[in-house]
């Protein structure tokens, strides 16, 4: 996915002040568990590596390196990804959250995933929605369970994790023993996960 340079200026400031330090890390050992089995898992379950990112829908910085994300994924072949929702842009990005979350319930959670990761322009109720749609997941059949506090709960515990971790921004990544903050590259994430194996 391309980000043009307006795209990229109307990013956080928070956002632009971790791509600065893209490999700002430090130690997250001892911080708590991040695994959560409500939350469906990208890439091979039983790797040895897991990267826990958390994100948010209407996050630049997170839609331009999604690609890189799913590509080291992939090629790894031994590395399992959870995606986080960190909605920290207001109630578009909590609703998107919701929705995402909710299409586990149908089988539809990556495809959702990937339709909301996949928009250019600000998200609204209409324009997720419509991205829901195209992906061939029914909007309307998702309304309950988001609402619900299950879902609710998740997205908390995703708050209360970050909050341990010392995160307030997206993306930002945990791997390992280590926390990034930022956009990473796909250079950068091989980089991280090779550490995380050397440490292991």
């Known amino acids: ?116 990761m996949a928009t250019r322009s600000r998200l609204v109720d209409e324009r997720i929605d419509d991205a829901l749609a195209q992906a061939g997941v029914d909007p309307a059949a998702l309304q309950t369970v988001a609402n619900s506090d299950r879902i609710g709960r998740i997205i908390a515990r995703n708050k209360g994790q970050a909050r341990a971790y010392g995160l307030s921004g997206t993306p930002s990544f945990v791997i390992g023993s280590k926390v990034y903050r930022g956009a990473q590259s796909e250079w950068a994430l091989n980089k991280a996960i090779e550490s995380a194996r050397r440490a292991a």
């Open 1 to 116: 996915m391309t980000i043009n340079r307006r795209q990229m200026l109307v990013g956080s400031v928070i956002g632009a002040a971790s791509l600065m330090l893209p490999e700002a890390s430090a130690l997250a050992a001892g911080k708590g568990s991040l695994a959560d089995p409500d939350i469906p898992v990208f890439g091979n379950p039983h790797g040895d590596v897991t990267i826990f990112e958390f994100f948010d829908y209407q996050c630049v910085y997170c839609k331009w390196s999604y690609p890189d994300l799913m590509r080291v994924v992939e090629r790894d072949g031994n590395v399992r990804l959870v995606m986080k929702d960190l909605p920290v842009f207001g109630a578009s990005s909590v609703r998107a959250a919701r929705m995402v979350l909710a299409a586990k319930e149908l089988g539809q959670y990556k495809q959702a995933l990937r339709a909301l």
